[in-house]
């Protein structure tokens, strides 16, 4: 019973994937039954961009910073994201955890570091991500209607040298360091 809103089109998929032969199983898997997917991690995206394109599937990537200790993650490059991008490939990115969030603009800056464009970066940390989930019309971009959820900095967002002047949740500041 868990499986009939996937099965019937009314619940996007996640897969959890790192190789190439593992994302071309999981394209495959996923046309046959005609799933709402999306990749998660797509270590080794950058071997089969053109595929992941072609295909008009969204990756999620990430973590990008640790120690390839298992042989799924050792084909890890920072330069995926900017790969993907370049190919026409709608790239998140993860952290991989709740623990590990803070990180994520650290992680957009190694990826425009290493290929990505700004605006792709910003777009991998917010609006991206939401349309993963389908909860775009709530959150991942600044509109009329949504979330009023946001930090205000005194630079790039994607420096490690600027700093959160101000975070408001809900329309409400909680945290002012001006």
């Known amino acids: 019973d868990a499986l009939v809103p996937v099965v019937r089109g009314e619940m996007r998929v996640r897969i959890h994937c790192h190789r190439a032969d593992d994302i071309t199983t999981a394209i495959r898997l996923a046309k046959e039954f005609r799933l709402d997917y999306a990749l998660e991690h797509a270590t080794e995206g950058y071997k089969i961009a053109d595929l992941l394109a072609r295909e008009k599937v969204a990756c999620t990537v990430g973590p990008l910073l640790l120690t390839p200790l298992k042989m799924e993650v ?103 360091k001006r």
């Not at 990115?93 to 190694?110: F, R, S």
């Not at 990505?116 to 971009?141: C, F, H, K, Y």
């Open 74 to 176: 050792w084909g890890l490059k920072q330069t995926t994201p900017g790969v993907l991008e370049k190919a026409g490939v709608p790239v998140c990115l993860t952290a991989d955890g709740g623990w590990d969030t803070q990180w994520l603009p650290v992680y957009a800056g190694i990826i425009v570091r290493h290929g990505m464009s700004e605006r792709g970066a910003l777009e991998a940390i917010t609006i991206r991500p939401a349309r993963v989930m389908g909860v775009q019309d709530r959150v991942g971009s600044i509109e009329v209607g949504k979330d009023a959820d946001f930090a205000v900095f005194n630079g790039n967002p994607l420096c490690n040298l600027t700093e959160c002047l101000m975070t408001i949740i809900d329309g409400q500041v909680v945290s002012d």
